[in-house]
C-alpha cells in the first residue's frame, strides 16, 4: 500500500479539480428527476466538497474525500465480522487476507492523517479518531483470532496415542537407564536419542501452514503498535500448551518436600517417566527446529520456570546450547520491531535457561544428599542411587564447556576438595574447572549419603563391605570415562584406599572373632590339651558356619574385587587354620575336626555370591 | 550489598577468637559472646529496615525495594548463623542433645522454606504479568490524540490486570486445564473481557494441594526459646536462626500472591520479653494489620507496587468506563496524573523485579548449601567412626 499522501490532493491541480466536481454536483443537485438515492449520494458529495473547499484557509486544502470514503469502506469489512460468530480464520484464507487488508488501510490512512499538518482541525481529529476506535476493535479481533489459531493446533494433539506406548516405554527406559551391565545405551546418552523410536509418535504439534498465518498477524499487529498485546497473548498460549502436555504425560508436581520423602522405588520411577517424556517433548519441538525458531522460546521458557528437577538438567543444558547456537543465525522474522523483542526474548531466555540449569544442579545436589532409605539394601551390593547418578554424571562431561561458563560464578563448598596443578594446556579439562568442583561435591554428597545409608545395616562387617562396593563402585565409573579427567588422580588415589579400607575393616570384622579361636596363647609351649583343642575346634567350626551362612547372601558384584577379598581373606583364615591344625597335630581325630583345611578353603569361595547357603545341613566331607 | 563490610569483619572476629580459645579453655563462654554479638547483629540490622526514610516513597515499607533490603539481611543472618554453628566445629559437638534435636527440625523448616521460595517466585512471575498488562494501559492511555479506541484498549489490559491480581482468591481446588478460558462462542462474549486467563495453569502451583499459609503454621510448630541451662549457646543460635527464618518467609508470602494464602496465621511466635525482638514484633504488627483489613476484600498481596497498581487501575477503568470523546478536561488532567504514577510503578518494577528475583534464587541456593554442609558436617561423624585396623 502506498502511501496515503499520494492520494489525497494537494496540489493545485487537484484543487481545480475539486471545485469542478463540487460545481457539477450542484447543478445536478438542481435536476428534477433525481431518484432519492442518488439526491442522497449527491447531499453526501456536496458535503464533502463542501468541507474541502472551505479547508483551502489551513494550509493549501486538505482533501478529506478519498480518506473518509477509504475508511467507511475498511470499515465496513471490520464491522461485518463483528456481529459474525464465526472465526475469520476459519473462514478460509481469502476471508481472512482481506480482513488483514482492511487493517492495514486503516493503519496507513491514520498514518498519513497524523502526518498531514500541525494545525489539527476538527475534522481530522475526527477522522483519526474514528479509524482508531475501528483500530482498536479489529486489534482486539486479531489477539481473539490468534489465540484461536493456536488452541485449535493444541487441540490435535492426540493424549491416547502418547500415553498407550508410555507404559511400555517406562519399563524399556528403566531397565536401559539404571542396566546392571552398566553399559551406556542409547538411552543413556542425550545426545544420541534415536530419532526413529520417537519419530513413531511425533506429532506435529506445530503444522507448517499455520505460520504464516501467525505471522501475518504479528506483522498488522507491530505495525499498529499492538505489539505488546500480541506477545503477552503469543505466550500465554504457548505456555500454557506445554503445561497441558505435562498433564496428559502425566507428571504429578511435587513440592521439595514431597521430593525428599519419596522412597528411592517411586522416585526412581518418577524420574525415568518425567526424563522420558521431556525427551518425546524436546525432540518433537526440536525436530522443527530449523524453521520454526520461535517454538524453542516458549517450549524454553516454560522448561525455564518449572520447577527444577534434576533430571531436568541434560536437557536443560541441551537446549542452552542449541539456544546459543541460534541466536548467532536469528534473522528477522517479523518486521523490525517485532524481531528485536523476539531477540530480547530469546537472550532473556537464554538467561533464565542459565539460571534454571544451575538450580537444576542444585536441585541435584539436594536430592542425592536427602534421598532416604528405610530399609537396608539387601545384600550390601551396589545402590542404585549410586549407579544412577554416576551413569548421570558422566554425561556431564559432553557439556563441560557450557556447564564451566554457567557454574562459574557459583561458590562451592568443597570439604573434601583436592587442589591439583593443572594437567595439560587445555584449562577446562583440570581438574580445578568450576564444573570438576560441583562433580567432585556431588560424589561427596553420594558419598555421605551411602554412609547413612550403611548404617541401616545391623551387622558392622556388611556395613564395610556396602561401602567398599560403593565407593569402588564410583572409582570404576570415574576410571572408566572421561570424568577421570576431572577428578583427577588424587581423588582416584584417595578413593581407592577408601575403599581397601573398608575391606580391611570387614576382614577385621569378621573374622578376627573366627580366628582368635584359632590362636596360639603360648607361643613357646607346645601345643594345646586335648580337650582345649576340642573346644576350640568346635568354637571355630560354629563361628565359621555362622559366617558361612551369612555371607553367602552377601553380594560383590565386581568379580575382580569379590576375588581380591577372598584371596585376601582365605590368606588369613586359611593360614590360621592349617597352622593351627599343624601345631595340634597330636590331637585330630576325624570326630572332632569337622572341617579340613581344604573344605575351608572350597567354602570360601562360596563367599559373597548373593546366594545365601548353609553348612549346617549339608554332609560335605 | 552493604552488609559484607560488617559481615566479614564479623566473621573475621569469630575465628580469631575461636583460634585464640580453642588453645584454652572456656569455649562455652565465648560461644555466649559469639551469640550475643550476633543478636546484637540482627537487631541492628532489621532496626535498620524499619527505619528508612519516608521521603522516597518507593522505598516505603513492602515495596520491591524494601523487601530487597530485607533478604540482603536474612542472607546475612544466615551467613553468620551458619559460620557459628560449624566454624571449628566437629560432628560431635552439635550432635549432642538438644542439638541432636533442633538441628533436624531446623533442617526440615529449611525445606519449607525453599518450597516457599519456588512459590514466591511462581508469584513473581504474576507480577510480572501484571506489570506488562500496567504497560499496555499506559500505552494507550499516553496516546495522543486520545480517543475512545484506546480509552478501550486501556480498559481491557486493566480489568485483565485486576482479575489476575485477584488471581489467588479462589485458588484451592484442583482446577481443571484452561481450555474454557480459551472457549470463546463469539455470541455472548464480551469483547473486552479479559483473555489472559493462562495464569491459571499448571505453572502457578507449587504443587497440588500445596498451601502457603499451611507451610508457615508447619514451621511455627516447635519454634519455642530454649529454656533454663540451654537457654544460651547453640539452641538460641538456632531459635533466633528459626525465628528469622520463619519472618521473612512470612513476609515474602504476605507480600507476594502464591498458591493458597487464605487463612494466614498473623501469629508468630516471637518472644515479647527479648529486647531484641521488638523490631520484629512491631514489623509483624504492622504488616499483621494491614493483612487483615485487606484480607476481607480480596487483594493482590501487600506488595507496595501492586497495591498502587491495583488502586490507580480501577481508578482509570473507572475513567474509561465513563470516557467519551473528546472527554472532559478536568478528567481527562486527572487521569493523566494517575497514568503518569502508573508508568512510574511500571519504571520501578521494570528495575526491581529482575534483581528481586535473582535475591529469592539467591537465597533459595543459599538454603541448599547451608542444609548440605550441615549435613556433610553430621555425615563426617558418622564417617569417621569406622575405626583404622
Known amino acids: 500500500m502506498d502511501g496515503c499522501q499520494s492520494t489525497i490532493p494537494t496540489s493545485e491541480g487537484d484543487l481545480h479539480v475539486v471545485a469542478a466536481a463540487h460545481h457539477i454536483v450542484k447543478a445536478l443537485g438542481a435536476t428534477k428527476n433525481l431518484s432519492d438515492d442518488l439526491r442522497k449520494i449527491l447531499i453526501d458529495l456536496d458535503a464533502h466538497l463542501s468541507m474541502i473547499t472551505s479547508n483551502t484557509d489551513s494550509k493549501g486544502g486538505r482533501g478529506f474525500v478519498n480518506v473518509e470514503e477509504r475508511l467507511k469502506q475498511a470499515e465496513r469489512k471490520i464491522l461485518s465480522w463483528e456481529s459474525d460468530p464465526r472465526m475469520i480464520w476459519d473462514s478460509g484464507p481469502r476471508e481472512a487476507s482481506k480482513y488483514l487488508e482492511a487493517v492495514d488501510e486503516i493503519q496507513t490512512l491514520v498514518d498519513g492523517l497524523q502526518g498531514l499538518s500541525v494545525h489539527e482541525n476538527r475534522k481530522q481529529k475526527e477522522l483519526i479518531h474514528h479509524a482508531m476506535s475501528v483500530l482498536q476493535m479489529a486489534m482486539s479481533r486479531l489477539e481473539e483470532e490468534l489465540i484461536h489459531i493456536l488452541v485449535q493446533r493444541r487441540q490435535q494433539f492426540d493424549p491416547k ?66 505489539g505488546p498485546e500480541f506477545c503477552e497473548a503469543f505466550i500465554g498460549v504457548r505456555k500454557e500448551t506445554l503445561e497441558q502436555y505435562f498433564a496428559i504425560i502425566d507428571t504429578e508436581k511435587l513440592s521439595i518436600e514431597d521430593v525428599l520423602k519419596l522412597e528411592w522405588t517411586s522416585m526412581s520411577s518418577k524420574m525415568n517417566k518425567w526424563t522420558w517424556s521431556m525427551k518425546i517433548i524436546v525432540r518433537v519441538y526440536l525436530a522443527n527446529l530449523k524453521g520454526h525458531d520461535s517454538w524453542l522460546l516458549e517450549l524454553g521458557e516454560a522448561v525455564a520456570m518449572g520447577p527444577h528437577q534434576p533430571e531436568k538438567l541434560l536437557r536443560l543444558l541441551d537446549m542452552y546450547e542449541t539456544l546459543a547456537d541460534l541466536l548467532r543465525d536469528i534473522d528477522t522474522l517479523f518486521s523490525e520491531e517485532a524481531g528485536s523483542f523476539v531477540r530480547l526474548q530469546f537472550h532473556e531466555l537464554l538467561e533464565s535457561l542459565g539460571d534454571s540449569s544451575i538450580a537444576a544442579f542444585e536441585a541435584f545436589r539436594v536430592a542425592i544428599s536427602s534421598n532416604g ?16 547418578v554416576m551413569n548421570y554424571i558422566r554425561m556431564f562431561s559432553e557439556y563441560c564447556n557450557t556447564l564451566n561458563l554457567l557454574l562459574k560464578n557459583q561458590h562451592v563448598d568443597v570439604a573434601d576438595q583436592v587442589i591439583e596443578p593443572d594437567n595439560g594446556p587445555n584449562l577446562s579439562l583440570s581438574t580445578s574447572c568450576p564444573m570438576a568442583c560441583h562433580l567432585r561435591s556431588i560424589t561427596s554428597s553420594l558419598e555421605s549419603n551411602l554412609h547413612r545409608k550403611s548404617q541401616l545395616y545391623k551387622n558392622e562387617a556388611l556395613q564395610h563391605i556396602f561401602l567398599m562396593n560403593n565407593i569402588h563402585y564410583m572409582v570404576q565409573k570415574v576410571k572408566g570415562s572421561e570424568l577421570r579427567l576431572f577428578f583427577g588422580d588424587e581423588w582416584i588415589r584417595k578413593h581407592n584406599g577408601k575403599f581397601q579400607q573398608h575391606a580391611k575393616n570387614y576382614e577385621r570384622a569378621t573374622w578376627s572373632s573366627v580366628i582368635c579361636f584359632l590362636k596360639d596363647d603360648n607361643p613357646g609351649s607346645s601345643s594345646l590339651s586335648k580337650q582345649t583343642f576340642k573346644e576350640r575346634c568346635k568354637g571355630f567350626s560354629i563361628a565359621f558356619e555362622e559366617v558361612y551362612k551369612t555371607q553367602t547372601s552377601w553380594c560383590i558384584p ?44 572350597k567354602f570360601l569361595l562360596d563367599l559373597f555370591e548373593g546366594s545365601p547357603r548353609s553348612l549346617r545341613n549339608s554332609r560335605r566331607w | 550489598m552493604t552488609g559484607t563490610d560488617t559481615q566479614s569483619s564479623f566473621l573475621g572476629r569469630i575465628s580469631i577468637r575461636r583460634n585464640q580459645v580453642n588453645a584454652m579453655d572456656g569455649s562455652h563462654e565465648q560461644e555466649i559472646e559469639d551469640l550475643d554479638l550476633f543478636q546484637k547483629q540482627v537487631s541492628d540490622r532489621f532496626a535498620e529496615i524499619l527505619s528508612a526514610p519516608d521521603d522516597t516513597p518507593f522505598d516505603a515499607f513492602l515495596s520491591i525495594s524494601w523487601i530487597r533490603k530485607l533478604l540482603d539481611v536474612f542472607l546475612g543472618c544466615e551467613a553468620e548463623c551458619k559460620a557459628i554453628l560449624l566454624m571449628g566445629r566437629d560432628a560431635a559437638q552439635i550432635s549432642k542433645p538438644p542439638l541432636d534435636r533442633l538441628i533436624p527440625e531446623l533442617l526440615d523448616r529449611v525445606v519449607k522454606a525453599l518450597d516457599i521460595c ?12 501484571c506489570q506488562k498488562l500496567a504497560e499496555i494501559a499506559v500505552l494507550a492511555l499516553e496516546q495522543k490524540p486520545f480517543g475512545e479506541g484506546q480509552s478501550k484498549r486501556a ?5 485483565s490486570l485486576i482479575s489476575a491480581m485477584h488471581l489467588d482468591d479462589k485458588e484451592g481446588s484442583a482446577h481443571k486445564t484452561t481450555d474454557r478460558n480459551w472457549s470463546f462462542g463469539r455470541r455472548g462474549g464480551n469483547k473486552d473481557r479479559p483473555l489472559f486467563g493462562h495464569y491459571k495453569s499448571l505453572s502457578w502451583q507449587v504443587a497440588r494441594n500445596w498451601s502457603a499459609s499451611k507451610q508457615i503454621h508447619a514451621m511455627t510448630m516447635n519454634v519455642v526459646p530454649p529454656r533454663g541451662p540451654e537457654a544460651s549457646g547453640l539452641p538460641s543460635l538456632i531459635f533466633i536462626m528459626n525465628l528469622i527464618m520463619v519472618f521473612v518467609m512470612w513476609v515474602l508470602i504476605a507480600a507476594i500472591p502464591c498458591q493458597e494464602r487464605n487463612g494466614l496465621t498473623t501469629h508468630l511466635p516471637i518472644p515479647k520479653n527479648v529486647n531484641w525482638t521488638h523490631t520484629l514484633t512491631g514489623l509483624l504488627e504492622k504488616i499483621g494489620d494491614e493483612w487483615k483489613k485487606k484480607e476481607k476484600k480480596g487483594m493482590a498481596g501487600l506488595l507496595f507496587e501492586m497495591q498502587k497498581m491495583e488502586k490507580l487501575g480501577q ?10 470523546y473528546p472527554g472532559e478536561k478536568d478528567k481527562v488532567e486527572e487521569a493523566a496524573k494517575q497514568v503518569a504514577e502508573l508508568a512510574e510503578v511500571c519504571q520501578r518494577m521494570e528495575e526491581g523485579l529482575g534483581p528481586l528475583q535473582m535475591l529469592i534464587r539467591e537465597v533459595f541456593h543459599r538454603l541448599v548449601r547451608s542444609r548440605t554442609e550441615i549435613l556433610d558436617v553430621l555425615d563426617q561423624g558418622a564417617k569417621s567412626s569406622a575405626p583404622l585396623v
Open chain 2, 315 to 324: 481508578s482509570l477503568i473507572d475513567f474509561t468506563d465513563s470516557f467519551q
Open chain 1, 558 to 601: 565386581d568379580p575382580q574385587l569379590r576375588e581380591d577379598l577372598r584371596i585376601s581373606t582365605s590368606l588369613k583364615v586359611v593360614l590360621a587354620y592349617r597352622t593351627f591344625l599343624g601345631r595340634n597335630s597330636a590331637h585330630i581325630e576325624n570326630k572332632c575336626v569337622k572341617h579340613t583345611v581344604e573344605h575351608v578353603e
Open chain 2, 155 to 159: 480498559k481491557k489490559a486493566l480489568v
Open chain 1, 161 to 226: 496415542h502418547m500415553t498407550s506406548r508410555s507404559t511400555q516405554r517406562d519399563v524399556v527406559y528403566d531397565e536401559s537407564f539404571v542396566s546392571v551391565e552398566d553399559e551406556p545405551t542409547e538411552e543413556t546418552s542425550s545426545r544420541n536419542c534415536s530419532g526413529d523410536e520417537i519419530g513413531e509418535y511425533i506429532v506435529d504439534l506445530i503444522h507448517a501452514d499455520v505460520i504464516p498465518d501467525i505471522k501475518s498477524i504479528a506483522k498488522v499487529m507491530f505495525t499498529s503498535n499492538y
Open chain 2, 118 to 129: 519456588n512459590a514466591i517466585a511462581n508469584g513473581l512471575e504474576l507480577v510480572r504479568h
Open chain 1, 373 to 388: 532409605s528405610l530399609y537396608p539394601f539387601p545384600g550390601g551390593g551396589v545402590h542404585p542411587l549410586n549407579k544412577y
